[in-house]
């Protein structure tokens, strides 16, 4: 008789969840999606890189906002980001970060980005 010995539904859920992590501790964690800044930066030209031309290149991005520069102009800003890194202790961490800032027509006006590159892009 088996069932006699199953876990009740509260205890297999805890059983269950309690085993996925000890997989994903031996695993790599990723968040975002990666994208390739050489690409946009051979590609992009600001003043006339449209904001649907990035979408086409990136995709959607991470998060959407406003940067407000010094003189108080507000403009769309995209957020693009990639990381992954190993677990515990989260060796051998890369990330990276693409932030787009879009004109009121939506066209590029500038970008910046940091972190961990699929090509260099340079010295």
């Excluded at 805890?14 to 085993?19: D, E, K, S, T």
């Excluded at 991470?62 to 800003?77: K, L, P, Q």
């Excluded at 980001?81 to 004109?103: I, S």
Aim: aromatic fraction near 10%; include cysteine; charged fraction near 20%.
């Amino acid at each position: 008789m088996l069932s006699q010995y199953r876990l009740p539904a509260g205890r297999r859920i805890i059983a269950a969840c309690v085993g996925a992590m000890a997989l994903v501790a031996c695993g790599t964690v990723q968040v975002g999606r990666d994208f390739d800044i050489s690409a946009f930066e051979a590609n992009v030209r600001r003043g006339e890189t449209m904001q649907t031309q990035v979408r086409n290149w990136l995709g959607t991005p991470a998060s959407t906002g406003i940067a407000v520069d010094v003189r108080g102009e507000r403009n769309e800003e995209w957020t693009y980001y990639f990381g992954r890194g190993r677990v515990p202790g989260m060796a051998d961490v890369k990330f990276k970060m693409l932030q787009v800032r879009f004109d009121t027509q939506g066209r590029v006006i500038s970008y910046s980005w940091s972190g961990e590159t699929a090509k260099s892009a340079g010295p």
